[in-house]
Nanobody
């Protein structure tokens, strides 16, 4: 089992920036996927960005060029830098991770991941 601890989030005006961080401890997969998903009010959960142990990333079209996912050298922390935020980015954001059994793309359902963080609220006002 992997324990994920998230930090960051909060409220910002449109056009602003926020950074989300997610630290992982517990079982360390030799090959893994870490990802951020979100669920807006009245919406289904959707993939935002993923990064695998090789550093390959995928992004939802809605955030490309604005959001950037990265991991530290120890590969136990992943950050999501969010720029040019829009009101439609308002959502609960979840950090998730799993081993190679899950395809590391934003098309994968969040339900395929065994390890979730507690969620962070991001609110963007117009």
């Amino acid at each position: 089992q992997v324990h994920l601890v998230e930090s960051g989030g909060g409220s910002v005006q449109a056009g602003g920036s926020l950074r989300l961080s997610c630290g992982a401890n517990g079982v360390i997969y030799s090959s893994y996927c870490m990802a951020w998903y979100r669920q807006g009010p009245g919406e289904e959960r959707e993939g935002v960005a993923t990064i695998d142990s090789d550093g390959t990333t995928t992004y939802a079209d809605s955030v490309k060029g604005r959001f950037f996912i990265s991991q530290d050298d120890t590969q136990t922390e992943v950050d999501l830098e969010m720029n040019s935020l829009k009101p439609e980015d308002t959502a609960m954001y979840y950090c998730v991770t799993d081993g190679p059994r899950v395809a590391c793309t934003i098309q994968s359902s969040i339900d395929e991941f065994n390890n979730w963080g507690q969620g962070l609220q991001v609110t963007v006002s117009s």
